[in-house]
């Protein structure tokens, strides 16, 4: 019997965990080892013996409780953090596309300013539109490994710390117009949803992590598909030329070893003259203060564009594409190996699994 969690159901799940363990009657009330113990007699356990599942699989077990509770909650049509947090996450990850979309577009706009006296230098857009996001995918795995020794894991990363306080907020905010004036709900969704991002990590690890890092790759993948737009619209429609220059004395050769090696990766699928600038064509692309645009030709002006493009492609979208899919596939891991072995689940489970024993006195027969 397979059965599949998702963050969201966490979020519920541990909802419901709070509010047993905050009633002022305690966890361990009468009432709620009988509501228990009813839900897996009646919806449990035929379930299990039906599917041939395990008695001891703590996942099935779980989660069919939490289905059970849910199916109450919304007879009582009551906000679920889970539902919240789905909600919000959605409205975060269209939030960062769009903002990638415009980020990027808008910047390889600037980046391709041209005004037809002057070429575009390819060495500021090539070093701005991927050469610091090279360095951003290099500094990650450095990143993740600092902390991890430093005990702090990634979530201290930057951007996932405020990406995790704009979650929250947003939570908040959401749950506030939706509660209305149900005080008593509101706190308790707060409270759990509060706990669950502060103090989980101990037993979820770097599960809620996982949201965070997607939501940050979808605004990279959307920024690098509106630095590509941005760069084929303005090709197609105006004039563009490129043309790189250096204050150090590099050859015009170096140049051409250099854009060969950052071309390996797409070399042998595109023919050679559109995979990277031929040395004529770097030759007579250099910029020279003196000489003006006298010495720049046309077919070398324009052979830039398609190694520019390519290079975003491989070194910049295509990387955080293999992220957010590696991503998706270590979140799906992670809630694959939940064991369910902390505290409160483990009184969920005696309340579950323990039968009731009910005493009954008999009056004594008058003499």
Known sequence: MQTKWRIEDLIDLEYFLHLDATDPRGP???????????????HIAPALTENGAAPQSRPVIIKRWLERRRQRAAGDRAVLPGDLFTETTRLMGW??????????????LSLLSYSGTRPVNISLVFGVLVGLQL?????LPFLFALRTLK????????????????????????????????????????????????????VYGLLFFWPLFLIAQVFSIA???GSLAAILIRVLTTDLAFGWQSTLQISARTIHMVVGWISL??????????????????????????????????????????????????????????????????????????????????????????????TRGTAAEAG
């Open 28 to 42: 361990f009330d009468g009432q709620y080892h009988q509501r228990d113990r009813e839900i897996y007699l009646q």
């Open 95 to 108: 939030g960062a596309a769009a903002a990638g979309l415009l980020t990027g577009a808008g910047l390889a």
């Open 135 to 139: 360095l951003m995918l290099l500094f």
């Open 151 to 202: 005990g702090g894991g990634a979530r201290h990363a930057l951007p996932y710390p405020i990406l995790g306080r704009l979650l929250v907020k947003m939570l908040l905010k959401i749950k506030t117009r939706a509660a209305g004036t149900r005080a008593a709900d509101q706190r308790n969704v707060l409270a759990a949803v509060g706990g669950i991002f502060a103090e989980k990590r101990r």
């Open 223 to 225: 920024f690098n598909s």
């Open 265 to 358: 990766p797409w070399a042998w699928l595109v023919p050679a003259d559109i995979a990277c600038p031929t040395l004529a064509q770097i030759e007579g692309s250099r910029m020279i203060l003196k000489d003006g645009m006298m010495q720049l030709t046309t077919p070398a002006l324009v052979s830039w564009w398609p190694f520019l493009c390519l290079a975003i492609f491989a070194y910049g979208l295509l990387p955080r594409l293999m992220l957010w899919a590696a991503g998706r596939l270590a979140r799906n891991h992670a809630l694959s190996r939940l064991d369910f072995t902390h505290s409160a689940c483990g009184r969920l489970l005696r309340r579950l699994q323990t039968p009731i024993l009910q």
